[in-house]
């Protein structure tokens, strides 16, 4: 039998991911873990052997909790699958994992490791350091008009957003002098970007600058 570990379990304790976590953890004998909460962090450590960090995602009031966290001025919160404020989202996450590496304890994934892996180009960044090939990339202008004089006649280009998870907010684009399109996974909604469960294709500059305006001030890379 193995030795009992006290897992201390972080992230929104209502969560489809902890509640599996939990159940598992507990079916291979270990004691039931130590639930904590991402919005009631404590202050000291608690008493745990061993921390697992969970995403902070699908909780609309940690979701506002940490771009106020991370300097966001938005008077209401984000609306489902609303793409918005990622820069903030990030900053305030990052609180909260600074936070938590304090508590000195040993993590199955390190806060530092999850701060890394959520900021595409220190990735990048840290990829090309260890000798591992990579396409060459570059951080995208905050502006879309600066963005856009630079363009050349007709090209192609991959955008990413700087914080963004899995697919979320990334666009293709191709141009020419005579035509453009755009995919992406993205749906505007009276001026809002939101997250689409399927691939949409914008075919004017209008569109597409309704996008990447509003996403390149958030941080992409190209």
């Known amino acids: 039998m193995s ?4 897992l201390g379990l972080v992230g929104n304790p209502d969560n489809r991911r902890i509640r599996d976590f939990r ?19 404590p202050t000291v450590a608690p008493c745990v052997d061993v921390l697992r960090l969970d995403s902070p995602g699908e909780n609309a009031a940690l979701a506002a909790h940490l771009m106020a966290l991370g300097g966001s001025h938005r008077a209401e919160g984000l609306e489902h699958g609303e793409l918005d404020d990622q820069r903030e989202f990030h900053a305030g996450y990052c609180e909260l994992l600074r936070r938590v590496a304090d508590w000195g304890l040993p ?3 390190a806060p530092a ?3 890394t892996m959520f900021d595409k180009w220190h990735c990048h960044q840290r ?3 260890a000798g591992l090939r990579r396409p060459p990339s570059v951080l995208a202008p905050s502006r879309y008009a600066q963005w856009r004089s630079e363009l050349p006649e ?9 914080h963004g998870s899995s697919s979320s907010g990334v666009c293709a ?7 453009q399109l755009l995919q992406s996974p993205l749906s505007i909604e009276s001026g809002r970007l939101y997250n689409s469960l399927r691939v949409r294709r914008y075919e004017s500059w209008a569109q597409i600058e309704t996008i990447l305006s509003r ?6 890379i190209a």
């Open 215 to 220: 996403l390149l001030p958030q941080g992409m």
């Open 127 to 129: 990829f090309v350091a």
């Open 113 to 115: 490791d999850i701060a």
């Open 23 to 41: 159940a598992r953890w507990v079916a291979l004998g270990q004691p039931e873990p130590v639930l904590i909460d991402y919005l009631k962090l």
């Open 107 to 109: 993590a199955f994934n």
């Open 3 to 6: 030795k009992p570990v006290r």
């Open 154 to 162: 007709q090209g192609r280009i991959f955008l990413k957003p700087l």
């Open 173 to 179: 684009l191709r141009w020419t002098r005579s035509r």
